[in-house]
């Protein structure tokens, strides 16, 4: 018998479960888990509202065509889901102020809120249907849509992030051909599983990619399903109708002291935002200062999708900031993941997001987006935005810089053997502390006896005072940061 664990792929449901671990050695396990510094798979990094957790039950290897779940999605100060019996507090005295950061973090990251498991098959009469799910009575109307991305019947695998409602869900997609003539020779599955957050989808990756092999070998072969969903089950709150797309923020600044442990990364083999940047290249900074000004982003590619939603991921971590009170009344950044024609109404109500689709119809929407992405091509309609598409002197002086970054990383781990940085690590916090440099000196600029923005402050936020003008009238306008005057040698080259 196999023990489980939430490290290790789920793969043995019907087996009986394995004696519960001590008290004791459990909270020797949370300590060892926070306090290491690597993992093998674990190649990304959360960061605060955007990103999720990844490790041995992560994403197969797609190919290298760019940066997958999800910014981070926890639930909300004040509507905090209710504990598993198995990770309740042991009834000691202790005020919250008491309990360490490290022991909120574990508690936070390891809740399982599961809260429907679905299987979705394609039907050549029907269509894409809904053939099994739990709860019955969950409302599950268009996840036949979303589980099985349009054009997927051209690939054999993939896998699917999305949003449904206020839950986020991944789902697993396989075709096996088949001598049937009422299937038409092919054989489509999916199997998924929703949740109230999306930090915790990586875990069970594995399990809905071994489900949905057996789906199509075995149809209706449910009992494994319905095992997970009985032991992993969320206990939510009666309302439970909040998303929230933002990790605490007392827990960013523990992960990052603990160099980005594993259990706030995403999981890659090949490395998803490595693979982000080497795809676009020196456009990532166009999509850096476009995440960084909320814009609505819309990302286009034929299946498979997963690779995509990678794209939607990182394209989130480019917006990070960990200031205090910085960006508290822009609008959130959040991510949709894969989207189709029925989520044209969600969108339209939406002032920021990031989301990728395989529906060619959306470019025609020119109302739902304001960036467009095909492949490399990043376009807009918007008069306003086409400026900020070319790259400023400081925009080649920067990407030239993080790249001789991630040489001398990759020197450093062949020369010296340093398994503890990751090109994850070093790519993040590169636009995690490029923004908290402009937002410190906005900050400074604005307490200041002369509040305005000279070529020389300019300079001091990695900007460039020509180049980068129209970029900083955009960033002051949508932060707030009204009291400040822009110098009138900041002209436009």
């Known amino acids: 018998m196999v023990e489980r664990s939430d490290r290790a ?115 050549t009469r029907s269509g894409n249907m809904l053939e099994w799910c739990l709860p019955r009575d969950m409302d599950l109307d268009g996840v036949e849509f979303k589980a099985i991305a349009s054009g997927s019947h051209r690939v054999t695998t993939d896998f699917i992030y999305f949003r449904k409602g206020c839950y986020f869900g991944l789902a697993c997609f396989a075709n096996m051909a088949v001598e049937s003539a009422i299937e038409r020779g092919a054989r489509m599955k999916s199997v998924g599983i929703l949740s109230p957050s999306y930090t915790l989808l990586y875990r069970y990756m594995s399990f809905l990619e071994h489900q949905v092999r057996l789906q199509l070998q075995s149809p209706g072969h449910y009992s494994p399903l319905e095992a997970f969903y009985e032991d992993k089950r969320a206990l939510l709150p009666p309302s439970g109708d909040s998303v929230v797309t933002a990790c605490p923020a007392n827990t960013w600044g523990a992960s990052l002291n603990h160099s980005m442990h594993p259990e706030m990364k995403i999981t890659h083999p090949a490395g998803c935002m490595s693979q982000f940047i080497r795809f676009f290249g020196e456009q990532i900074m166009v999509m850096w200062k476009l995440a960084l000004l909320r814009r609505r982003i819309l990302i286009f590619s034929p299946p498979p999708v997963g690779v995509v939603c990678y794209r939607v991921y990182c394209c989130c971590c480019l917006a990070n900031i960990s200031i205090p009170g910085v960006g508290v009344a822009v609008p ?162």
């Open 9 to 123: 792929p789920l793969l043995d449901w019907e087996e009986a479960p394995s004696a519960e671990k001590p008290a004791a050695t459990a909270a020797a396990h949370d300590k060892e888990r926070l306090a290491s510094p690597s993992n093998s798979r674990a190649l990304g990094c959360a960061a605060p509202g955007f990103g999720w957790s990844a490790g041995p039950g992560g994403p197969r290897s797609v190919p290298d065509a760019g940066g997958a779940p999800p910014a981070t999605s926890v639930t909300p100060p004040g509507t905090d889901c209710a504990p598993r019996p198995d990770t309740e507090e042991d009834g000691s005295d202790a005020a919250p102020e008491d309990v360490s950061l490290e022991s909120r973090m574990v508690k936070w990251e390891e809740q399982d809120q599961i809260v429907s498991v679905f299987v979705v098959t394609f039907n």
């Open 332 to 493: 959130e950044f959040r991510p949709f993941f894969y989207v189709n024609v029925a989520d044209i109404s969600a969108l339209e109500n939406e002032l920021a997001y990031v989301a990728c689709t395989t529906e060619k119809i959306f470019e025609e929407k020119k109302d739902l987006y304001d960036v467009y992405v095909d492949n490399q091509n990043v376009k807009t309609y918007r008069e306003g935005l086409k400026p900020l598409l070319r790259l400023s002197a400081a925009d080649k002086d920067k990407y030239r810089k993080l790249t001789e970054q991630r040489q001398m990383l990759l020197y450093s781990q062949e020369e010296n053997g340093d398994c503890v940085s990751s090109e994850e690590d070093l790519f993040i916090l590169f636009f995690l502390e490029q923004n908290n440099r402009i937002f410190q000196t906005l900050s400074e600029v604005a307490g200041s006896p002369d509040p305005t923005l000279t070529q020389e402050s300019v300079r001091a936020m990695g900007l460039d005072p020509h180049g980068d003008r129209l970029f900083l009238l955009h960033l002051l306008e949508i932060y707030g940061y009204d009291t400040l005057l822009v110098s009138d040698q900041l002209c436009c080259s």
